[in-house]
């Protein structure tokens, strides 16, 4: 074998070795250059035109991009510098390449495939995809990728966002800095909307979805709360709450009330009824409605919430004291969406 035949087969050799090693970072598109910019034009060229609203950028789209994340090798792999990788790049911690800001970890399953087979931080950017699957096109993404999971809310911020050296914190743009170009932020999760336009990104607040069985989690096995919500006519939101538990003497007790909702959160006025009896025997007049003290109720989310409870002085000199604990949703209402929008 001559001096020409071993190069050649190490030549092979090594380039065989640099595709089994770029493999695990290869998705339909590697690269910026690989296929983004069909459309968005080469990533150093000047004067920059957003495709999503048309805002002229007067930037190239590095040097748009340099006032978001300081460091170059958060989009570039070592000595790259002039190569763009979609989900590798050289910074110790931003080293997602483009997905840290245009893609979400919380997106990444175990089952979809780009065009290689890559499943390196697959799914991440299904949101993306969506986008482009809509305003572009069927087809434009999901004929190489497949088994994309259905988006997070638009609240969840992708990787890079917050972190040392990014200017961005914020997916809902609560600060402003998502918008530096153009009227919207990012899209993140490609329902259409962005921002306080999407519902994600809007305050929480207590809606007639949140009704039904609520309890505490295993540590107050037991007892726990039937809560009604209704829109009244009024304009007001309507929250009713029954709490079965026990007194101070282990006998079963329920404090029950009505209170209006203010955003978020509510306070009950609870009492606890007393004095009539089963059946044929029931006179509505015999009910004494003793007054407990309040509870206030605060949820932040659909799923999760946090009560409150302070006893009047009265319930208080019978042993109830004040207590607190957070909430989990244990029974919805079928066919009740949550939320659900004040008409």
Known sequence: MNLRQRQSIITHTLFALLLLTFSGIASAYSEYSGGCDNCHGDFTANNYISKTDQTPWNASLMDGHSSFVSSCNACHKSGSFGSVYLNVSADSTLNKGCVGCHGRDADVNASCVGGSGDQVQCGSGAGLRTVHETNVGAGTCSGCHSGDPAPVGEQNNPFYYGKSGVQTANACNADGTESRYGIYGLDNDGDGLADADDSDCQAFEINPGLSGSWWGGPSRDGEGFLIDVAYAVTEQTIIVVSFYTYDTMGNQVWLIGPGVANGDTATINFEIPEGAKWGAAFVPSDVNRVPWG??????????????????????????????????????????IPCPIQNP
Do not use: K, W
């Open 294 to 335: 309040t509870g206030t109720f605060t949820f932040t989310s659909c799923e999760a919430g946090h009560v409150a409870f302070t006893p009047n002085a009265q319930m208080q000199a019978m042993g109830f004291t004040n207590l607190e604990y957070d909430l989990n949703r244990d029974i919805l209402i079928y066919g």
